[in-house]
């Protein structure tokens, strides 16, 4: 795709889709967490006219070296029941991979402990409330969404504004019939466990936690203001970040997401994406130097191996071929450029 035709698919949507963006993140990690957020959502949309099935285009690479290599894939986190079945390409990588590493083992989401250690990161840990940290017309503008749902903000005061956006994405998520079981990552661990395939992750839960918590409380507050004052955007936004992401458009992609988070929260974007890719390359080489025979499928969020800070360069950036599996774009014509 060209300038121009990209600069049409994203035009008046970064802005917008940037706070859908980064709670998608953290939508990912409540889902991962079991965690029960208290949803805001919005009105629910008329029901869509049931279309022939076709599969999401995957954001799936091989990446080889001299006698062995992996699969790479872009997990989008929340997902409607007409994004499955997936298509053959990712079927029949998952079914050659020996072992599927996902960012978090499942056995720790399914730690007992895991809903309170969530919790606990999401609770003001300096004395502050949210009405503290909000301005006063941001704080009533949350008070009159909030209380369109019978809540308010007093409700949700012990909490961090990364937290509240959380809830409101999966409110509004939940309203356009997204569901966070039915994300990529949680469907392929499912089949795993079904599969008897061995599994493990790159991070632990607690290291997933802590870069939520350590973002600057600035950009949260930001990204929680972005949302409040465009929720009537933020449904036709959130259906095209997901139908970027079912293209398998890299380009339109990266333009709604990472790119916008880059300018608009540098911090957060550091440590949500950079930081956590830069631990996770040499686990990644390792798979790769070490292993001698049995594939590897690695899922992670979609982000992650994007642009050049993505998983996808940097592997290539270190002498790893790296090739994109797509029947799809194969058939509709050359891949687009990377």
């Known amino acids: 795709m060209d300038a121009e035709r990209v600069a049409k698919a994203t035009r008046g949507a970064t802005t917008v889709a940037r706070p859908v963006a980064f709670a998608l993140l953290l939508a990912a990690h409540a889902a991962a967490a079991g965690a029960r957020v208290p949803a805001t959502g919005v009105a629910d949309p008329p029901q869509a006219t049931p279309v022939a099935h076709v599969p999401p285009v995957p954001l799936l690479w091989q990446v080889s070296d001299a006698d062995s290599s992996l699969y790479l894939l872009g997990s989008f986190h ?55 940290v909000l301005s006063p017309e941001l704080r009533s503008a949350l008070d009159r969404l909030l209380a369109q749902q019978g809540g308010s903000v007093r409700q949700v005061d012990a909490y961090e504004p990364w937290f509240v956006n959380l809830s409101l994405v999966l409110g509004l998520s939940q309203s356009l019939d997204f569901r966070s079981e039915l994300g990529l ?14 599994v493990a992750g790159l991070e632990t839960l607690d290291d997933q936690l802590d870069a939520l918590d350590a973002s600057p409380m600035s950009e949260q507050v930001e990204g929680l203001a ?34 916008e988070m880059k300018e608009k929260t540098p911090q957060t974007y550091r440590l949500v994406n950079v930081r956590r890719n830069q631990a996770w390359l040499p686990r990644l080489q390792s798979m790769l130097d070490d292993r001698q025979e049995g594939e590897v499928m690695v899922v992670v969020g979609a982000l992650h191996l994007l642009g050049d800070d993505g998983l996808v360069e940097q592997l290539r950036g270190r002498g790893y071929e790296v090739e994109r599996v797509c029947s799809a774009c194969r058939e509709a014509g050359p891949l687009p450029a990377e």
Request: charged share 30%; no cysteine; glycine share 4%.
């Open 78 to 132: 929340l997902l409607k029941r007409g994004d499955y079945p997936l298509s053959s390409d990712i079927q029949l990588a998952f079914d050659a991979a020996d072992e599927v590493v996902f960012e978090v083992a499942p056995e720790q989401l399914d730690d007992p402990t895991t809903q309170q250690r969530f919790m606990a990161a999401a609770a003001h840990d300096d004395g502050r409330t949210l009405s503290e």
């Open 185 to 198: 990552d949680r469907h392929l661990m499912d089949l795993a466990a079904q599969r008897g395939k061995r």
């Open 226 to 259: 972005d949302f409040v004052e465009q929720l009537d955007e933020m449904p036709g936004k959130l259906s095209d970040l997901h139908q970027a992401w079912r293209d398998g458009n890299l380009e339109v992609l990266d333009a709604m997401t990472r790119v």
